[in-house]
Structure formats: structure tokens, C-alpha cells
Nanobody
């Protein structure tokens, strides 16, 4: 029912910045909580950042102070601004949507295909 398409991934040097975008379909976008997750090879998918339908933002401790999640309901788009990137931030980043805000993959109903982010030393 909801389609999510990520973009903006790429290669960046440590200490640099990158902005990811997630374009969502559907006319009820504003009612969903949105989140970003990431997954490195051989590791489980982990929560990165979330934003509720009311605009409340919350983050994983590992990215607190470096990443910022935002949403533009008029454009049905959620963003993840990543700054002072570290090599450990490398992974496939996924956009997800949920009816209620959460921090676990199981709480999110819809997922994008992911976009690769690689941070070099």
C-alpha cells in the first residue's frame, strides 16, 4: 500500500556529510511515523532515527548529535541529514513507515529497498 524509495547514498570521507531522502507514496503519509534503519554485512538491522506523525524526533545513542531526521509532509518525503560521519556508519540505510512510533524493525510495516552509504577513513 505504501511505497518508499530511498536516495542520496554514496561514498564519503570520514568527517563528511551526506543527506538521504525517502520519497513515499500515498495520501496518508502525514499519519505515519517514519524511521531510518541501517544494516552492515553480517549484522542485524539496527534503528538509527525516527520521527512521529507529530514531529517528535528520536535517535539511537550512536548517532545522537550527528544525525538529524526531518519530514516534509507536503512533499511526502523524509530526510536523514548525516554529519561527522564515521567508518562505523557504513551500511545499507533503509527508510520505513509505521502506524505507531517505535525503534524495532518489527514495529515498522513498510520498507524501502535501501541505499548504500560508505564512509572511508
Amino acid at each position: 500500500q505504501v511505497q518508499l524509495v530511498e536516495s542520496g547514498g554514496g561514498l564519503v570521507q570520514a568527517g563528511g556529510s551526506l543527506r538521504l531522502s525517502c520519497a513515499a507514496s500515498g495520501r496518508t503519509f502525514s499519519s505515519y511515523a517514519m524511521g531510518w534503519f541501517r544494516q552492515a554485512p553480517g549484522k542485524e538491522r539496527e534503528f538509527v532515527a525516527g520521527i512521529s506523525s507529530g514531529g517528535y524526533r528520536y535517535y539511537a545513542a550512536s548517532v545522537q548529535g550527528r544525525f538529524t531526521i526531518s519530514r516534509d509532509n507536503a512533499e511526502n518525503t523524509v530526510y536523514l541529514q548525516m554529519s561527522t560521519l564515521k567508518p562505523e556508519d557504513t551500511g545499507v540505510y533503509y527508510c520505513a513507515a509505521a502506524r505507531s512510533a517505535g525503534t524495532t524493525p518489527g514495529s515498522f510495516e513498510y520498507w524501502g529497498q535501501g541505499t548504500q552509504v560508505t564512509v572511508s577513513s
